[in-house]
Nanobody, 123 residues
Framework: VQLQAFGGGLVQAGGSLRLACAAS????????MGWFRQAPGKEREFVVGISRNGYITRSADSVKGRFTISRDNAKNTVYLQMNSLKPEDTAVYYC?????????????????WGQGTQVTVSS
């Protein structure tokens, strides 16, 4: 499956962005989906994840209450709604697929990765 993430950009602190990740070439609904991010000089970190049926979500503590993941299996797309953005949210955001059944939070439990989209939050 191929993934393409888009929707990143430059936003002021306190603002919002909505990222999308479109999948093609596979059966989207069999995958748990995750969003990760990587800031310069830092390791890639888990942000949010969602189960294949959309019923279960997980979020990193740093984004709880601000970021929401959702998916539309009919459109083969997963979304990341980011509100109350902070400068420390600045990173390249990646979407990824997993065949695990527990909405994993480790990057090595995800198999396919999109190319990433840059999110920059100015103070």
């Amino acid at each position: 499956v191929q993934l393409q993430a888009f929707g990143g950009g430059l936003v002021q602190a306190g603002g919002s962005l909505r990222l999308a990740c479109a999948a093609s070439g596979g059966t989207f609904s069999v995958f748990d989906m995750g969003w990760f991010r990587q800031a310069p000089g830092k390791e890639r970190e888990f942000v949010v994840g969602i189960s294949r049926n959309g019923y279960i979500t997980r979020s990193a503590d740093s984004v709880k209450g601000r970021f929401t993941i959702s998916r539309d299996n009919a459109k083969n797309t997963v979304y990341l709604q980011m509100n109350s953005l902070k400068p420390e949210d600045t990173a390249v955001y990646y979407c990824a697929t997993s065949l695990r059944f527990v909405v994993p939070t480790r990057a090595d439990e995800y198999d396919n990765w999109g190319q990433g989209t840059q999110v920059t939050v100015s103070s």
